[in-house]
Nanobody, 122 residues
Framework: QVQLVESGGGLVQPGGSLRLSCAASGSIFSIYAMGWYRQAPGKQRELVATITSGGSTNYADSVKGRFTISRDNDKNTVYLQMNSLKPEDTAVYYC????????????????WGQGTQVTVSS
């Protein structure tokens, strides 16, 4: 019903930058929050950043000042600008759409993307 398609991952040197994008498609009426999570090998998935439809943001302490989340509500797309990347940022990054209301539904659901690999290495 809803697809989240991520793009923008890749290999970058320490100190470099990447921009992730995630577009949600389907019969979407509204999405309350969109965000990015990441999972490194052997670790649990963790929150990176979220943004509500009203523009309120939340960041993990480890990325504050380096990452910026933004959103285009008309396109149901969320972005993550990642600067000053560190090797410890290496992970699979997952897009999330939270409290999604579809046109033909009366309840809220959340959806996940397939993930995009970000590798920070020299």
């Amino acid at each position: 019903q809803v697809q989240l398609v991520e793009s923008g991952g890749g290999l970058v040197q320490p100190g470099g930058s990447l921009r992730l994008s995630c577009a949600a498609s389907g019969s979407i009426f509204s999405i309350y929050a969109m965000g990015w999570y990441r999972q490194a090998p052997g670790k649990q998935r963790e929150l990176v950043a979220t943004i509500t439809s009203g523009g309120s943001t939340n960041y993990a302490d480890s990325v504050k000042g380096r990452f910026t989340i933004s959103r285009d509500n008309d396109k149901n797309t969320v972005y993550l600008q990642m600067n000053s990347l560190k090797p410890e940022d290496t992970a699979v990054y997952y897009c999330n759409a939270d409290q999604v209301l579809l046109f033909d539904s009366d309840h809220l659901d959340d959806y996940w993307g397939q993930g995009t690999q970000v590798t920070v290495s020299s």
